[in-house]
C-alpha cells in the first residue's frame, strides 16, 4: 500500500462526504470567479461601447457656447498633419409618421467626408434633406430607409440667446428629412462625445446643409482629431486660430479713418476687449445700446441707438446728442435730458431705467456722428427695413413709433441719435455677455493681415471658451475605472462566498471528526504527524482540485445567468443591453486558484487544530477544546466590541442624527461581533459542580449544544451573518413612491422635474408671460441653467470626472430635499443660502446628491471639484452639503448668480422644476407640454425620476437579497449537514433514549429544539445587529422601513432551517437505525 | 407469570428476499425475581431476543406477554411508557454521553418523565444507587475522566434510576476487565436478590451465567436449558 494508494481508496470510500465538500468548493469558485468575471465582462463592454461611440478620435476640440468656422479644421489638420473632421453638433427633436412617434433630445450632426476619416468609419455622403439615423432612434421613431423624419433643431445663434436685444422668437428650425441609411452601432451609430454607455439618438447630416438650414455658413462647434500626439494640438490651435474662429469681424471705418473690430456675438468678449485696449494696439472701446425713450420736458423720441464716445471731452453726466434729436426734443446745449432704457436680467427679466445728461454739445448728422457702424448687428433689428418690422427681446410699443422715426430710420438706420462718455455707458449697460460692441483702432498704418496675426498671438482661445480635452484617455480611464462589478459582485455574493467557504470548513471538519480515530490508529502505527498531515491535506487538496474546475464551469453558467439577468430583469443597473460576456484564462486561473488556496487553507486550519489533540484522544474520540483566548481576553473583547458599537449609536445620535448610515452599519457590524462572541463563549463547556434537583431538557440541549460547540458556532454564526445581511439590505430597500410629495423628501415636493432641448429664456412664473404661454393653471415654476457634462448619476457606470453644473437660486429650494452630509457653516434655517456664500477667487460652493459624491465622483463633502470656466480660469467647487437620494443625481448644484459670473454665455434654462397641487399634476402636466411644445420639453414626474434611481439601488438590493437567499440555502445546507452528523454520531444516544423509555416524538422535540435553539440564537443577533445597523430607517417616518417584509424574511429564515430539522430528524427516527446502533452481536 | 415469549420467530429480510431465520418459535417463561442467562455462540440472536423481550424490536411470529399482557397491542406511546416503568438496559458498551456528568447521563431516564412526584422518587433511588455502587464520588465528572468500570456501574445506575421490574443485560461485561467484570456481576446479582428485580442477561461469560437461576443456550433459534460448565460454541 501506497500513499497514493491510501488517498485514493479514502476518496473512494467516503466519496459521500468527499462530494459534498467538492461541492462547496465548487459553489465558493463559482461565486469568486464569476464575480470576477461578471466585473472583467462589464469593464471590456465599457471600452468596446468607448470605441463604438468615439472610433478612431483621441480629441475633440470644443467651445462653450461658441460657433467657430469649418475652415479651422483644414488649418488644423495641415499644422498638427492628423485627420481633423469638423462637426457641428445641434441638440433637436424627432418625430415620425405625423408626431404619432416622438423622441426629444436626438443629437443632430453635421458632418462632411473627413468624419469617416477621423471616426474609421464607412459613413456615406450624404445629399441636401438626407439623414442618417442610429438604429435605435430609427426602432423609436418606426421609420425605415425612405421614410421619412421631421426633426426640430435648436437654432444655430452665434450671439448668445439671453444677449440684451436679441429676439427669442424662432428658436427652433424645423425640417423634414429622408434615411438614406440605418447606422449600426459598430458604424457610428452610438456616436456619443459624453461618457456614458447609454446609446444617445442620431441624426446625420451633410455639414453643408446643415448650416444652410440654419442660416449660417462654415459654422462648427466641435472639431473631431485623430492624433497620438497630444501635447501639439493645443499649440497649433493658438497657431492657426484666426479672429473670425473667435467671431471678430475686422473692417475699416472709412468715416473714422481706423480699424473697428465687432463681433458675431453683438458684445465683444472682455478678454478680446481687454487685449487690445492695451499697448500696442490701444484700441477705443466703444459701447452701443438701445434706449427706449429720450425725453426732454414734455417730449420723447422713441427707441434710439445711444453709443458712447471718446471724440468729446464729456463729465460722465454730459451727452452729445444730434440735431435731429435736438430738434425732435426741442432741447439746446445746458438743457437735461432723460434716457431710459432697459437692464436685461436673468431670463429676459426687464427693468426700466431712467439716467439724466446735461446736454454739451449738438453735432451735425455728419461724418463721425452719423457713423452707421456704430450700430450692433442685432438680427430683427438692424436687419430690417422699417421700424414696425422691429423683431427684439424687449417689448416695442409700435403705437410710439411715429412717422418721423420711420424716416430716420429709413435714412440713417441705427445710427446713434446720443453719445455719452464710455465710463457711463459701461457704468449703465454692461451686462455679462460683455462692456463693447465696437473695438476702434486708430492706426492707419497697421494691415489687416497684421491686425489679423496679432489678434490671432495674443489671445489664447483657451480664454474665450475653446477646450481641447483628450476624449479618448478620459474614455478609456472612465471605462476602466466605472463601477468595478468585480467588488460589486463580490460584495453582492459576499454571504454566498462566505456561506460555501464555511460549508467547507463545516464538512471537512464533520468529515475528520468522524474519521479521527483514524488518525489515533495512523500515530499508533507509526505515522508522523506530518505524514498524517501530508496525506489528509493530499486528500482534502485533491477533493478541492475537482469541486474547484466543476466550480469554474459554474462560474461561467453563473455569469451567463447574471448576464442575461443584466441585460434583462437588473438592466436598471447597466442601462444598456450590450454588455458581453468576458472570459479570460487568467481570471479563471485567479478565480480558481484564489478558491484552492482558500479551502486548502480552511483544510489546513482544521487538520491542524485535529491533529493537536493526543492521539489517545483522537482514538477514542474524545475531543479536548483547546482555549487559545483566556476568558478574561475573550470577556474584555465581547465588553469593548459592544461598548464601541453602543458608543458609536450615541455619538452619531448626537452629532448627526444617526445621519451617518456608514457608522451605523459599523456599529451593527460590531454588536453583531460581540454577541457572536458572547455566544460563543456561552457555548464553551462548564463543569457544573452542582447536584441537579432535577435534569431539566433545557440543560440537556445546552450539554448538547456546548458539547460541539464549534459546530454550534459555526452554525449560530452563519444564521447572525445570514439575517444581518438580509434583514439590512431588506430595510434599506426603498419604497419607490413613498411620501414622494413631501418637500424634505427626495423630489424636494416638487410634482415635476423638466429637460427642455430649446432654452426657456423668460420667467414663466411672470403673470403677462403666464398669460401669453397659456399657463392657466396655479403651479410655480423653478428654473434652471445647466452647463452640460458627464452623467454622474448612478445610471453612468463610467467613473465621472466633470459632471453637469446647475445654477439655481438657493431660495427656491429653502426648506427642501434633506442633507445627509454637511459641512459645519451649512447649519441654520435655510442652509441652501450657503450657496451665495463667497468663498474667495473661483471657490464656489456646491451641492450634489450624496450619491454623486461618494460614488459617481469618489469624493466627499469638503473635497473640491476643479472645472474650467467660459474664461478658461480654474473653477473650484467646494462640496458643501450632500442631499439625501433626490432627482439631482447626475449633477451639481450651485447658485445661479455664482453660474453666470462663470458661464455668461448660458442662455436661458433647459431644466424646470414644477411646484403645485399633486392633485392637478397631470392638467398641469399637460398644460406644460403643450405650451413648452417647441421647446422639446421632456417632463418627467419627479418621484417616477427618483423611482427611477431608487429602482438602481434596489435593483442592487435585489441581487444582494438573491445572492443572499442563496446564501442562506448554502447556510441552510450547512445547518443540515450538522445536523445529520450529529444524528448519525449520536445513534447510540438515541438508542439508549428509546431504550429507557423516551417517545420518538419526545426525541424528535429535543433535537429540533436543540438545532432550533441555534437558529433563533442565530436570528436574533442578526436581528438585533442588523435594526442598530438600520437605525434610522426605523426612526425617520421619510424612510420606509417595512415590517412586515422584515417579518417575512424571518418568518422565512426560520421557517427553512426548521422545514430542514424537522424533516431530517423526522427522517432518521423513522428508520430502524437506531435499534441497529445498540446491536453488539 | 411474570414473562412469557410464546412461539417467537425473527427472520430477516434483504429486499423480501428471507436472509436468515434468527429465532424460530421460540418460548420462554420467567418467574418475577428469577435471573436468567443466556448464552449462544456469535450471532445466534441473543441480542436480537433481549431487544425483543425489551419492546425495542418486534417479532415476526408470537407474543411477548408481560404479566400476560401482550406488548404487540401497545402503541408508541405505550411501549415507551412501558419501556421508562418496567425495563432496564444495560449495554456491553456503557453508552454514556460523554458532554454530561455521570449524574446527568444517569438522570437521562426521568427527562421525559411528567410525574413530579414519581421523578423525585427517581432522583433519590438515583443518589442511593450511586452510593451503592461506589462511584458517588465521581458523580460530577464526566465519562472520559472514569475508567470503563466507574462507567459500566453507572450504565447499571442508569438503567435501575426508574425502578424498573425487568432489567435486560446484554454483554454487560463484555468490554471489562476480570475485576471490574466481577464486581459488575455482584452488583447485578445483588440487586437482582435485593430489589427483587427479574434479570436476564445475554452473555459469554460462562462463570457469568451459571450465577443466574436458569441458564438457556439460543441455538437455531431455540433456548435449550444449559448447564453452566458446557462449552458454549
Redesign the interface.
Known sequence: MTSRQLIIQTIKHYWRQNLMLALGVAVSTAVLTGALIVGDSVRHSLERIVHLRLGEITHVISAVDRYFSAGLALRLEKKINAPVAPLLLLEGMASSDGGKYQIPRVQVLGIDEKFPVVTGSTILAMQHSEALISRNLAERLNVDLNDQLLIRIKKLSVIPLNTPFVSDANLITPVTLTVTGILADENMGRFDLKNIQTAPYNIFLSLEFLNEIMDAHGKINHLLIASKASSEIEPALAQVVSPEDMNLKIEFNEVQSSWEITSDRVFIDRVIQQTLESEPISAESILTYFVNTISFAERETPYSFVSSTAGAALQSNEIVINDWLAEDLAASQGDTVNLDYFTIGPLRQLEERSHPFVIKEIVPMSEKWADKALMPQLPGLSDVSNCRDWETGIPINLEKIRAKDEQYWDAYQGVPKAFIPYGTARNLWTNRFGESTTLRISDPDLSLTELEEWISSHIDPMQLGFRLNDIRDQADLAAKNGVDFSQLFLGLSFFLLLSSIFLTVLLFTLNTRTRMSQVGTLSFLGLTHRKIKFLWLTEGMLISLVGAIAGLLLAIGYNHVIFNALNSIWSDIVRTPTLETEITLATLAIGGGISIVLSSLAIMVSLNRLLKQSSHHLQTRTITQSKRWGNAAKNALIFLSGFIALALVVWNYLQTSFQNASLLFISGALLLISLLLFVHQTFQPVQDRQDLSSFRPQIFILRNLTHNSRQSFLVVSMFAIATFIIISTGAHRKDLFSQAHEKNSGTGGFLYYGEATIPVLIDLNEPEIRFLSGLEEEYRIVQIREYPGDDASCLNLNRIRSPGILGIDPDDFSGRFRFISKIRDLAGENPWSYLQSDLGKDVIPAIADQSVIQWGLGLKVGDTLQYLDEQGEILNLKLVGGLANSIFQGDVLIDAQHFLRHFPSSSGSNILLVDGDPNAQQSIGEELKGSLRNHGLDLQSAPERLATFNSVENTYLSIFLILGGLGLIIGTLGLAAVLARNLLNRRKELGIMQATGFTRAFILNLITREHFYLLLIGVGIGLISSIVATLPSWLNPSLEVSPLTILILITLIIGNGMLWITWITNRFLKGEQVVGALRSD | MFLRLKQISKSFFSKGVLIREVLSKLSLEVEEGESVSIVGP???G??TLL?II?T??QPNEGQVLYKEKDVSLFN??QL??????Q???V???H?L?????L??NI??????LKDRGW??QC?QRGQELLKRTGIWEQ??QKP?ELSGGECQRAAVV??LI?APSLLLA??PT?ALDQKNSDNLAELLFEINQSDRVTLIMVTHNTSLAARANKIFLLEEGQLKPHRGNSPLS
Not at chain 2, 107 to 112: E, H, I, K, M, R
Open positions: 456469535s450471532g445466534s441473543k441480542t431487544n425489551g425495542l424490536d408508541n406511546q415507551a411508557s412501558f419501556r421508562s416503568r425495563i432496564g438496559f449495554f456491553q458498551q453508552y454521553l460523554p458532554q454530561c456528568t449524574w446527568e438522570l437521562v431516564p426521568t427527562l421525559p421523578k423525585n432522583i458523580r460530577h472520559g442508569r438503567a426508574n446484554d454483554e463484555g
